[in-house]
């Protein structure tokens, strides 16, 4: 079973920063697939960010490209997102998401609220 914890959200002006963290713990197999999600309301979850084990594939959401960046530390086996330029858009809950061999855990989700 596999546990994840995220931390960072909050609130931010818009074209500020904020960053997130999500420390995952328990059984974690390599090569696995670490990222984040986000949901609004009445809309369904949409990709933001995702990364690879080894670091070598990794995936922006069209709507992030350029402003957000993902990164993870396999020793603390720790995903984090630095959003920068942030946008009312980007108004949301974040979810942290580990997959691997073809299961997915999902954290508890943290809110990031961006004002104009």
């Known amino acids: 079973q596999v546990q994840l914890v995220e931390s960072g959200g909050g609130s931010v002006q818009a074209g500020g920063s904020l960053g997130l963290s999500c420390a995952a713990s328990?059984?974690?197999?390599?090569?696995?697939?670490m990222g984040w999600y986000r949901q609004t309301p009445g809309d369904q979850r949409e990709l933001v960010a995702t990364?690879?084990?080894?670091?070598?594939?990794?995936n922006y959401g069209n709507s992030v490209k350029g402003r957000f960046t993902i990164s993870r530390d396999n020793v603390k086996n720790t995903v984090y997102l630095q959003m920068n330029s942030l946008q009312p858009d980007d108004t949301a809950v974040y979810y942290c998401?580990?997959?691997?061999?073809?299961?997915?855990?999902w954290g508890q989700g943290t809110l990031v609220t961006v004002s104009s």
């Open positions: 990364i690879t084990s080894q670091s070598r594939i990794i």
């Open positions: 328990g059984t974690i197999f390599r090569p696995n697939t």
């Open positions: 998401n580990l997959n691997q061999r073809r299961q997915d855990a």
